[in-house]
């Protein structure tokens, strides 16, 4: 019940095109969802957050979907470019606790 | 702020040697985590502090892995002996609210 799936496991878009990234989780106690994207050698990087009262996020080029009785979220970058070339991973946090549960991680890469 | 801080960033040990990885947190912080990185296992929580006291250290694998928080600005996470799948990327992560601020890493090689 603590698990969060995430999919595809790899990705690869052409430059412009809208990647799509989704994660799932079980446990309706959750109420804090990042996405936190990674370039090789370097830490993970907070990209865009959302709580369960809202449906949409959006930052830039960055959106995420959220569907609570789906259980489902997902990221979607528009106008993919070659430097969002990352590893991108969702997370799961339930209330009184900033303990992340993280998917298992997706690797885009964005042909130019 | 310097962000947090991690050092070594890469350590090369032999096979039952003690390894002590070494994390600074981002001033006033008060929760830090402890994960390690795999191709296998992806990112897995190994234990996090509240204001230095462990509130979670299920994901440490096994004894031979210990962490410590002597005070708010430093934590170790110590390897004793080490093995050759403790091969890994270490991460430290502090936070103060829902968002963690991740450090740069140690990659572990056990030979």
């Known amino acids: 019940q603590q698990q969060v799936k995430q999919s595809p496991q790899s990705l690869i878009v052409q430059k412009g095109g809208i990647s799509i990234i989704n994660c799932a989780y079980e446990n309706t106690a959750f109420d804090y969802f990042p996405w936190y994207q990674q370039f090789p050698g370097k830490g993970p990087a907070l990209l865009i957050a959302?709580?369960?009262?809202?449906s949409e996020k959006k930052e830039g080029r960055f959106t995420i979907s959220f569907n609570k009785s789906a259980k489902q979220f997902s990221l979607h970058i528009m106008d993919s470019q070659p430097g969002d070339s990352a590893t991108y991973f969702c997370?799961?946090?339930?209330?009184?606790?900033?303990?992340?549960?993280f998917g298992t991680g997706t690797r885009l890469k964005v042909l130019a | 702020d310097a962000g947090v801080i991690q050092s070594p960033r890469h350590e090369v040990t032999e096979m039952g040697q003690e390894v002590t990885l070494r994390c600074k947190p981002i001033?006033?912080?008060?929760?830090l985590f402890w994960y390690r990185q795999t191709m296998m296992r992806g990112l897995e929580l190994l234990i996090y502090f509240n204001n230095n006291v462990p509130i979670d250290d299920s994901g440490m694998p096994e004894d031979r892995f210990s962490a410590k928080m002597p005070n708010a600005s430093f934590s170790t996470l110590k390897i004793q002996p080490s093995e050759p799948r403790d091969s890994a990327v270490y991460f430290c992560?502090?936070?103060?609210?829902?968002?963690?601020?991740f450090g740069p890493g140690t990659r572990l090689t056990v030979l």
């Open positions: 992560a502090s936070s103060d609210s829902d968002t963690q601020y």
């Open positions: 959302i709580r369960p009262d809202v």
């Open positions: 001033s006033g912080h008060d929760y």
């Open positions: 997370a799961a946090s339930g209330p009184g606790t900033y303990k992340y549960i």
